[in-house]
């Protein structure tokens, strides 16, 4: 994808987060939902029954897909109007499901895109060009453990991260290449148990991978890897098509609180931001790390609550965090912030994937396992009704 994701973390790296922030998750049992504001009142009818929704992803306002309980792929092209599910067969074979939920997609167009599928072995990668109507198996990669990271620089230059579990110590992950639409796939680089090895990631600290992005540069396809760590979050680039890493980020690995980092977004060029927690001595923080230098430097900007946040990075300079019943903006890159109260309430955790954002005012989230869409930057929500 060429904006943010992220996943649910699987069994590598469960235990890592043991210390952070849970994820909320239930279920709306209604079939009509009202949704009251100040002055407002909304009511979403047709909602389907027991409704499980895991993540959102938004391509533009009026394209978006959302997954639900893993086992289905849902699409809309008119702004959540109308919804088709447009899961690939393999999802309706018992025991398949979306491998790291839409973090193991890659929507290049509303016609175009790619998704991971796991069983307990192994992963496979499917490729539509028609909206999801005809499906193809474009990869198989075997050692998967539910964990799979998918970016496309284009309909035929690609990437997969595969999470091969914990060995050694350390979280393991293999990064395979293609140049023709998942035709041929090479191993690019592989991490071992014996951190440090040359022309692999490192993963320092025990770090659980949590995205892979692509991003074209004038110095060519770069990418980025991040993940999640008792120790500080991971932030890893890699400048030479995914088979040497270096550490990018902003945190010192010896600080021995844990966190987590989201794949970073650049929006013009060399600006771009990620959303970030970790923790200290005195609590977690979360926090918006921006650089206007493809990420050699990052400065800081610490969120207005002190509270678990639902996060999502917009563009590099405009952000957005929700807790309770309150939005928080900024368009500026964190100079200021602005608050509307929210008709749907958050909670007070941080959770992937289940707040994006299509620019300032129109946005998706996902909140008692129910999806919702926003006009106006927040402050009024919608309940979206989806297909049985």
């Known amino acids: ?75 809309t092209t008119d702004g959540g109007a109308r919804w088709r599910d447009v899961s690939p067969p393999m999802l309706r074979r018992v025991g398949f499901v979306l491998a790291s939920g839409l973090a193991g997609a890659a929507f290049l167009s509303p016609t175009d895109f790619f998704v991971s599928v796991w069983t307990s072995w192994p992963v496979f990668l499917l490729h539509t060009t028609d909206s999801g109507r005809k499906w193809t198996e474009v990869g198989s990669f075997p050692n998967g453990v539910g964990e799979a990271w998918v970016s496309f620089l284009n309909n035929r230059q690609g990437w997969v991260a595969i999470g091969n579990g914990a060995a050694g110590g350390s979280s393991s992950v293999t990064i395979y290449a293609t140049s023709d639409a998942g035709a041929h796939w090479a191993v690019v680089s592989r991490s071992m148990s014996l951190m440090g090895k040359p022309g692999t990631p490192e993963n320092p600290g025990n770090c659980g991978d949590t995205g892979l992005i692509a991003l074209g540069t004038l110095r060519g396809p770069v990418l980025w890897l991040t993940g999640a760590s008792n120790i500080a979050p991971c932030v890893l680039e890699s400048t030479d098509g995914g088979r040497r890493w270096a550490g990018a980020g902003p945190f010192d690995p010896s600080v021995g609180w844990g966190g987590e980092a989201w794949p970073p977004v650049f929006s013009s060029g060399a600006s771009g931001a990620l959303a970030v927690w970790y923790g200290t001595a005195h609590g977690s923080v979360m926090a918006v790390y921006s650089t ?14 002190p509270k678990f946040e639902l996060m999502d990075v917009v563009a590099s300079t405009t952000w957005f965090a929700a807790t309770g019943t309150t939005i928080y903006r900024t368009t500026n890159g964190g100079a200021s912030w602005s608050s509307v109260p929210a008709s749907v309430n958050f909670g007070n955790y941080q959770s992937p994937n289940t707040l994006d954002f299509v620019n300032a005012a129109d946005g998706w989230a996902v909140a008692g396992g129910a999806l919702w869409h926003t006009t106006d930057g927040g402050r009024a929500w919608v309940l979206q009704a989806l297909p049985n």
Do not use: C
């Open 292 to 305: 206007r230098d493809h990420g050699a430097t990052w400065v800081q900007h610490l969120t207005p609550s």
């Open 1 to 75: 994808m060429t904006r943010k994701l992220t996943i649910v973390a699987a069994l590598a790296i469960m235990l890592m987060l043991a210390a952070s922030p849970s994820v909320a998750s239930s279920s709306t049992s209604s079939s009509s939902s009202t949704v009251t504001t100040t002055g407002t009142t909304t009511t979403a009818t047709n909602t389907r029954q027991s409704q499980d929704v895991d993540d959102v992803y938004f391509l533009n306002p009026r394209v978006g897909w959302a997954s639900e309980n893993k086992a289905r792929l849902l699409m």
